[in-house]
């Protein structure tokens, strides 16, 4: 991997060599963490050894395998707590997804993807397979259209690519349907999305807006896909009107919290 300009090589490799053991199989062998980095076996394997002595990298005693080591826990969860968007939506995140018995989750736009800074389940909400720290394409989820709201279409297609990659039979694979999914937020102030990430699972999320009035995240509530069904026998507490406004709302609490007026 060539080094960027104006940048350490030795500490780039070593970056690299973390994020491949957080990607993909949590046990992987040298030969993996190589593959996926481009640097070669024996520099895999010192760089490897090196972290393991600093208590980032951890190896499986019978099996060889290395994963993360405990020793990044402290710094990922210093970094998420000192966050200012985790500060403000933690405790109101929390609340929605007690009141609602749905998952309740906040993410902002790191470069051409969504991270989500931390997630919420309720009862209601299916099995989650969601992570601080996880990205996930930005076009294929209700934040990620929140994220996207104050980009012109010429910014997404520089940003995405020409090409949107399906999650499922659902997903937005067209800039001109994502276009109109962007419009619809502007005006509606939220954002849906319905299987296009994972099937059997909606959601709906609002964007957070800083003092600047810039969209610096956005949360939502996730669920079964009858999430956004209207159906007459459901509790008014859980309709689809309940449920954005409801996001809304939480969204406004999070953006004052931020500075926004």
């Known amino acids: 991997m060539p ?38 076996p024996s520099t895999t394997s010192r760089l490897l050894a090196t972290l393991e002595q ?8 019978a099996s060889g395998l290395y994963r993360l080591g405990l020793g990044t826990l402290p710094l990922a969860a210093v970094a998420a707590n000192r966050h200012p968007v985790h500060r403000a939506s933690r405790m109101v995140l929390q609340e929605l997804a007690a009141n609602t018995g749905l998952g309740a989750n906040v993410g902002v736009r790191r470069g051409s993807a969504l991270m989500f800074l931390c997630n919420f389940e309720g009862p209601r909400a299916p099995k989650a397979y969601t992570q601080a720290g996880q990205t ?15 980009t012109s279409a010429a ?13 499922t039979e659902y997903t937005l694979t067209s800039h001109a349907d994502l276009d109109a999914e962007i419009d619809a937020v502007r005006r509606n102030g939220y954002a849906t999305e319905i299987q296009e990430r994972a099937l059997g699972r909606a959601s709906i999320a609002a964007p957070v807006l800083d003092a600047h009035g810039t969209v ?14 209207e159906d007459p026998d459901t509790p008014a507490s859980t309709t689809r009107h309940s449920l954005v406004r409801q996001v809304v709302e939480a969204a406004d609490a999070i953006s004052q919290a931020l500075g926004a007026v």
Do not use: Y
Request: aromatic share 2%; proline share 6%.
């Open 3 to 40: 080094p960027e300009q104006g940048t350490n090589q030795s500490v780039e490799r070593a970056v690299a060599v973390l994020r491949a053991l957080g990607e993909g199989n949590p046990d992987r062998r040298v030969s993996d963490v190589s593959a996926s980095t481009g640097l070669g």
């Open 54 to 61: 600093l208590d980032l990298v951890e190896r499986d005693p």
């Open 136 to 150: 996930v394409p930005l076009h294929a989820t209700a934040i990620g259209k929140c994220l996207l709201s104050q």
């Open 155 to 167: 910014e997404r297609q520089e940003l995405l690519g020409s090409t949107l990659d399906a999650q």
């Open 216 to 229: 610096a995240a956005a949360i939502s509530l996730w669920g079964p896909a009858s999430l956004l069904r």
